[in-house]
């Protein structure tokens, strides 16, 4: 089977674009260089190759809620009228 390449067009934030064209030259790589070792990695593994999360869910945020919905459980929450404007 004969390897072809295609071209791929991507948006990306130019500020964004233009840190990672510096963090890769540092690394001895273009963006095509880059995004081949993601994409190949991805491919290896089945998945993206690094936790995608939302920083809302640290571990802080995660623990205030459990104490919410424990207060919440135990019938210890205040109840507010609404606000409508």
């Known amino acids: ?7 791929i067009t991507m948006r990306l934030d ?3 674009k233009e840190n990672a064209e510096i963090l890769f030259k540092e690394l001895g ?3 095509t260089t880059a995004f081949n070792i993601f994409v190949r990695q991805s491919l290896r593994l089945g998945k993206i190759p690094f936790e995608v999360a939302d ?3 640290n571990e802080k ?6 104490e919410s919905i424990a207060q919440a459980e135990a019938g210890k929450l205040k109840k507010h009228d609404l606000i409508e404007d």
């Open 61 to 66: 945020n995660m623990n205030r809620l459990r």
């Open 55 to 57: 920083p809302f869910f």
């Open 29 to 31: 790589m273009n963006m």
């Open 14 to 16: 130019r500020e964004i």
């Open 1 to 7: 089977m004969k390897n072809t390449t295609v071209n």
